[in-house]
């Protein structure tokens, strides 16, 4: 089992960023993949999931309206979509492989860099 991410990516305040988890080696339309941001010194936050088989998404309260996350069942690939973006928003974004709530994470992606400065 892989996923793995883009690479990074450096934006502007206010633009919008998206990432990328391709995943292999299982298959993929079973589990959910969510997404989790770690900002510099900071500890993990859960952004949300996606389950890629009916594009069922659950966000957390705080990225709603601003986080979009879609899946590509024929690229098994998996997509992060973060707008207007502020400073606070600079971390290293992971995507990881679950069953559901309650599951823990069996699979990470390496991580991704997203810096947003002027």
């Known amino acids: 089992v892989q996923l793995v991410q883009s690479g990074a990516e450096l934006r502007n305040p206010g633009a919008s960023v998206k990432v990328s988890c391709k995943a292999s080696?299982?298959?993929?339309?079973?589990?959910?993949i969510d997404w989790v941001r770690q900002a510099p010194g900071q500890g993990l936050e859960w952004m949300g999931r996606?389950?890629?088989?009916?594009?069922?998404?659950n966000y957390a309260q705080k990225f709603q309206g601003r986080v979009t996350f879609t899946a590509d069942t024929s690229t098994s690939t998996v997509y992060v979509e973060l707008s207007s973006l502020r400073s606070v928003d600079t971390a290293v974004y992971y995507c990881?492989?679950?069953?559901?709530?309650?599951?823990?994470?069996?699979?990470w992606g390496q991580g991704t860099q997203v810096t947003v400065s002027s």
């Open positions: 996606i389950h890629p088989e009916d594009g069922e998404t």
């Open positions: 990881a492989r679950t069953e559901g709530s309650g599951y823990p994470f069996d699979y």
């Open positions: 080696g299982y298959t993929f339309t079973i589990y959910y």
